[in-house]
């Protein structure tokens, strides 16, 4: 077709309509020198806007998500390590320890599934900590027998003041879950360690029978726990000191027994010392409950 125009007007241009396409997440080039990804232009050429936080890769979330389950857990533990104190296992309540805690007992049920459960956490957390304790101790001291008098101070010590130790004792003699290994048994386990260590070392007596002297051993701390229940003084430093300045002198050589402190070591003082920071650390983010124990955002 012949097209006439007038001089110096340009020609005129057929319109094309303009395709536009949804843009998606993926289609957009990602910058390599930046954690944020580039975003389409405003309007009109105008600078792009502020990123869109669905944009955003959730990479935080789960961690936060993490660090609340894992302190909703610890909060419970103690809720029902206090409940089991003092209602006992048969008589403990889900719902007291779930409100102890600050949580609901939906929160409980996806963390135990049962009352069973939760006890068994306890105990495990318990012994756990007695462990760390008897560890630390060991690395700081010289010797198997003052290791194992650090230890049972440290071990009174726990007693006295922390719930979760008490009901990881209590729980392996009260009713339904009598005979059940606990932390009695996790003590015992310890006590033979450290007397069979100290024979090898040739730092105890002659003619001792580490079997008498480890029945010995853990039948008093039992009997201090019991004791303590009613009467402080039981699960004192004074009281423990006594009860190794008696037997001492029947365990350890000649040579070695000036060397012993029956009042226990800065190791004790120390490694218990690092636990209660550790369990500190973690009361301080989780705030409290109404038991006073630690509590947690609910999951």
């Not at 857990?73 to 805690?101: K, M, N, P, T």
């Not at 290994?181 to 069979?196: I, S, Y």
Request: proline share 7%.
């Amino acid at each position: 077709m012949h097209v006439v125009r007038a001089a110096g007007v340009a020609p005129h241009r057929a319109y094309v309509p303009l395709e536009i396409k949804p843009v998606s997440w993926f289609d957009i080039p990602h910058d390599a020198a930046s954690p944020l990804r580039r975003r389409a232009p405003g309007p009109h050429g105008s600078p792009p806007g502020p990123p869109s936080r669905s944009l955003l890769p959730p990479t935080e979330a789960p961690v936060t998500k993490q660090v609340r389950a894992a302190l909703t857990r610890r909060a419970l533990i103690r809720s029902a390590a206090i409940v089991f104190e003092q209602h006992g296992y048969g008589q403990a309540r889900l719902a007291l320890i779930s409100s102890g805690a600050g949580v609901s007992t939906g929160a409980l049920h996806f963390h135990f599934e049962n009352k069973a459960a939760v006890a068994q956490a306890v105990v495990t957390e318990a012994s756990q900590g007695l462990l760390d304790v008897s560890t630390s101790i060991r690395h700081g001291t010289d010797t198997a027998l003052q290791a194992l008098v650090d230890t049972s101070h440290a071990l009174v010590d726990l007693l006295g003041r922390d719930p979760v130790t008490r009901a990881g004792f209590r729980l392996s003699c009260d009713g339904e879950r009598a005979g059940e290994p606990g932390l009695p048994v996790q003590w015992r386990c310890c006590v033979e360690e450290l007397l069979n260590e100290a024979a090898i070392a040739g730092t105890l007596a002659d003619g001792v029978s580490r079997q008498d002297a480890t029945a010995a051993t853990v039948a008093a701390t039992t009997g201090f726990e019991v004791l303590g229940r009613y009467d402080s003084q039981w699960l004192s430093a004074q009281t423990l000191t006594g009860f190794w300045q008696l037997l001492l002198p029947r365990l350890a050589t000649p040579e070695i027994l000036p060397l012993l402190d029956p009042s226990g070591t800065r190791a004790a003082v120390d490694a218990v010392a690092a636990g209660a920071a550790a369990q500190g650390v973690a009361a301080g983010r989780a705030g409290h409950g109404t038991h006073g124990v630690e509590a947690a955002t609910p999951i």
